[in-house]
């Protein structure tokens, strides 16, 4: 891990900030994500975000990308979670992967991502920085769920202890940032 990382990696994890974070994110970079959280700052709890007009976070996450798609389904999922879970915490507790995988504009990856750093749950998340990292060993899979398998396999193999939340959250990241330095 890199030497200032926190220690799941992804800032503020076991937030509702990494919600938002983890669908800001699709077709952009993290720099700038980075942006349109600033720009969100004081709105980054379930409560104050669901009271957003979506003209208004259109607006704050323009740096992002795709804001005119992501703006709706983000309120959207907010709304959803507070009408179905009431708050957040019930939410990081109960939230299954196929709710999420049900709300418009949730992939694998970032219905991982969410249960991973945002309810701190044991998922493994896979992205286009691990198929690349494991292509260079030549290991290819033809589906999400085969990669998913093949690390969580493994990891659970060498670690055999609790945490594993904390270890895909770090792997992943170690990940993220190996490819970054090597421009794979």
Known sequence: MLENSPKLWWP???TFEVVIGAILTQNTTWKNVQKSL????????LDSFTALHVKVIKEKIRPS???NQ???RLLVLAQNIQNEFGNFETFQKKVTREWLLAQKGIGQESADAI???ACLRDEMVVDSYTKRLLKTFDIAFKTY???KDFLEDGLQEAF????LNLIYAQFHGMIVEYNKTQKL
Do not use: I, M, V
């Not at 600033?38 to 709890?45: I, S, W």
């Open 38 to 45: 600033k720009n969100l700052e004081n709105f980054l709890n």
């Open 12 to 14: 503020n994890a076991g």
């Open 160 to 163: 055999t202890c609790k945490e």
């Open 65 to 67: 990308g795709f804001y």
């Open 70 to 72: 992501k703006a709706p």
């Open 145 to 147: 769920k085969q990669y």
């Open 115 to 117: 249960l991973c750093y």
